[in-house]
Structure formats: structure tokens, C-alpha cells
């Protein structure tokens, strides 16, 4: 499948003997490299590229002006309190909030939403799984609905987070049921979903099993004790200690 030009490529998960599968992160000396996370790398997020779209001309003063408030049934954070809290600089917020505001004037996203922009972004796959799992993600507080703040925060977490806030990040997306675990049927439920959405048109294209090839490898790596579930502590240490691991983590950023 190619995106912006590019081929993406078909291992989701890493190679299972640490060789790199994908661009951004590459091994130099065999040393695994951390991709750096630009304005380019940004632009190229699903979700930011559906608000950016959306982003309309405003007015002679809209530049300057604050987040504007009266149009929508839920009203965001203040500007300054979500620049605090996010990685964002005032006039990224702004944009996004603009085009946030375009698509959904309510001030909520729904999870018809998500399935709709991973829809536009990967018609050849069936993204509908995946775009579920992720609104999951975002929706915070689970009443279905996510705000513009729990939005724009978990961007920030994604895309210029540390690596201990991306993989507490990525533990949540993992863990479905919420409880505080990962069982393996959670991720295996995960990477079907990704290989669904991008998976068979990826280039080289991939077999039927490798997601639970792939998840049988890496969950016994981190279910250090044994007791048949993956625990925050344990998800983050295997993490920051497998390159190869780690570098299929940062993957995440070709599917968000």
C-alpha cells in the first residue's frame, strides 16, 4: 500500500529477529535508531490531516483571536490551559480546533467519525475494527463521545510524547476491557484490526497468520511472570528493553 508516495510496509509488528521493517526507524551499526517526530511526521497523521482539511478561511481577525465558543454545544478548555497540558504551539491549536469545529459542530466526536476517516484514509481494507478500538482510546470517559480536549491531549501524547508516555498510550489502546490487563486475545484483536485495515495491500504482502505469529512471539516476551496477562509494568519494561519491540511500537505512527 503506498501513502504520500511511500510504500508501507507489510510487517506491522517488527521482524522477529529484530530487523527493522520500516523507514523511519533505521538500524545504523545494528543499533535501532528512535525516528524523530517533525512537522512532516505530524502532517502525516490520519486524524490531523482530516482537521486540516477541514480548516476553513475565518475572518480578518480569526489569526489572533481566541478559540471561539458559541457556536458549539460543548465548550473546549481555554487556549492557554490546552497549551499547558499539550505539546501544541497556540496557532497548531487553533488550526485544529478550526477544522475540529468544521467537521463536528457539536463539539463531540462520535465513533461514526473515526470509522468514517480510516475509511477515507485506507479504502482498500476494512478499517472499521481498528477505528473502533482506537475512538475507544480516546474516549476517556466512555460515555461515547470524545471532546475536543481528550482529543488534541492524545494527539499530543502520540505524536510528541515521550516514549514512557506513548507506551502508556499504546497499553490503554491494547488493553480493550479497560481493566488494567492485556491478555493475549486483546492483542491478537489489536493487530487483526491493523492487518484488516492495511495489512493485505501492504507490499510485501503478508501471510493470513502473521499477526498471531507476531502476537505469540511478543506476548511471551512480556508476560515476564507467567500468569497468562501483560500488566503496565511489565508491557513498558519489555518495551524500553526489545529494540525490536519498541521499534514495531513506533509503527503506530504509519496508523493514526
Known amino acids: 500500500m503506498q501513502e504520500d508516495g511511500k510504500v508501507v510496509d507489510g510487517s506491522l509488528l517488527g521482524d522477529a529477529n529484530g530487523v527493522e521493517p520500516g523507514p523511519r526507524g533505521q538500524k545504523e551499526s545494528g543499533k535501532w535508531q528512535r525516528p524523530r517526530f517533525t512537522r512532516k511526521a505530524l502532517m502525516k497523521c490520519c486524524l490531523v490531516k482530516w482537521i486540516i482539511a477541514s480548516t476553513t478561511p475565518q475572518g480578518p481577525d480569526s489569526s489572533d483571536s481566541d478559540l471561539e465558543l458559541s457556536t458549539v454545544r460543548h465548550q473546549p478548555e481555554g487556549l492557554e490551559q490546552l497549551q499547558a497540558q499539550t505539546k501544541f504551539t497556540k496557532k497548531e491549536l487553533q488550526s485544529l480546533y478550526r477544522g475540529f469545529k468544521n467537521e463536528c459542530p457539536s463539539g463531540l466526536v ?6 468514517s476517516i480510516y475509511s477515507q484514509f485506507f479504502p482498500q481494507g476494512d478499517a472499521t475494527t481498528y477505528a473502533h478500538f482506537l475512538f475507544n482510546a480516546f474516549d476517556i470517559d466512555r460515555n461515547g463521545s470524545i471532546r475536543f480536549e481528550d482529543f488534541v491531549i492524545g494527539l499530543s501524547v502520540l505524536l510528541r510524547g515521550s516514549v514512557t508516555e506513548k507506551l502508556n498510550w499504546a497499553f490503554n489502546l491494547y488493553d480493550i476491557n479497560k481493566d488494567g490487563y492485556i491478555t493475549k486475545e486483546e492483542m491478537l484483536a489489536i493487530m487483526k ?24 512471539k511478543f ?15 511489565e508491557f513498558i519494561e519489555t518495551c ?17
Open 110 to 115: 462520535d465513533e461514526d467519525t473515526f470509522k
Open 193 to 216: 484490526s491493523i492487518y484488516d485495515m492495511m495489512g493485505r495491500y501492504t507490499y510485501p504482502s503478508v501471510r493470513d497468520d502473521a499477526p498471531f505469529e507476531h502476537v505469540e
Open 219 to 233: 506476548f511471551q516476551k512480556m508476560d515476564r511472570n507467567r500468569d497468562g496477562v501483560v500488566t503496565i509494568d
Open 240 to 256: 524500553q528493553k526489545d529494540e525490536n519491540i519498541m521499534s514495531s511500537m513506533q509503527l503506530f505512527e504509519n496508523v493514526i
